[in-house]
């Protein structure tokens, strides 16, 4: 049976985390065999994650980072492309309490809901929003970044792929911006994206009540 150690180790602020020891045994033989990490190390740079798929918890999980990085004082952004002011938000008045910076840019969702807005207004709403939130995220002023629905954009035809794969790649090039974190969200999982990505979550539906008929529910999905 194989030993569980754990070491101590120092990060931020001088707050000391136990955690199990790299492994440093053989791999398992065959198709389910283990990926072994001898050595751990911290990043030099901020981390590009995305929240994808079809199940609930994209935006959720983008909250919950925000909500963490708030706990330990980081500066954070929470902007949103897609959604508008006109859709109610339990998330959105959280965040301001913990004294994150929350930005909505959007013109609503698009073709459903009674949407009847021409695709050009919410293309150049979406437009409008990339160059704010590339600004701010080059800015230097805020240690993590979300991006919530820009991917969401992209599969409404609002933004061309390049335009996220050209900040992103600009982002790694810069001295501020390439420090901060930042998370994106929506529902398909471009590879142009994957692969400059850090973190890929995929959160896959397993039930649903929407697939029932049943609308989103306040406090739970709002």
């Known amino acids: 049976m194989r030993k569980t150690t754990q070491r101590m180790r120092t990060i ?3 707050l ?3 955690y199990p020891a790299p492994v440093t045994e053989a791999p398992v ?12 190390k911290t990043m030099d740079r901020g981390l590009t994650i995305a929240y994808v798929g079809n ?3 994209k935006t959720t999980a983008a909250v919950g980072a925000a909500v963490r990085a708030a706990g330990y004082d980081w500066k954070v952004l929470f902007f949103q492309f897609y959604k508008s002011l006109a859709w109610p ?12 910076d929350v930005m909505v840019r959007g013109e609503g969702f698009v ?4 949407d009847k807005k021409p695709m050009t207004v919410h293309q150049r709403a979406a437009q409008k929003a990339l160059e704010e939130a590339r600004n701010l995220l080059f800015s230097g002023r805020y240690q993590l970044v979300v991006l919530d629905e820009v991917i969401s954009c992209l599969e409404q035809k609002l933004l061309p792929i390049t335009a996220v794969t050209q900040l992103l790649d600009a982002r790694m090039k810069h001295p501020k911006a390439r420090k901060v974190h930042l998370v994106m969200t929506g529902h398909k999982r471009f590879l142009a994206l994957t692969k400059r990505c850090d973190l890929v979550t995929d959160m896959k539906v ?11 529910i306040k406090g739970i999905d709002f």
Request: with cysteine.
């Open 89 to 100: 938000s339990g998330e959105r008045t959280s965040l301001k309490k913990l004294g994150v």
């Open 111 to 114: 073709k459903i809901l009674g």
């Open 12 to 14: 931020d602020r001088g």
């Open 16 to 18: 000391t985390i136990a």
């Open 55 to 57: 199940g609930k918890g």
């Open 29 to 40: 033989r065959g198709k389910h065999r283990r990926m072994c990490i001898r050595k751990l």
């Open 206 to 216: 397993v039930k649903h009540p929407y697939y029932k008929g049943i609308l989103a």
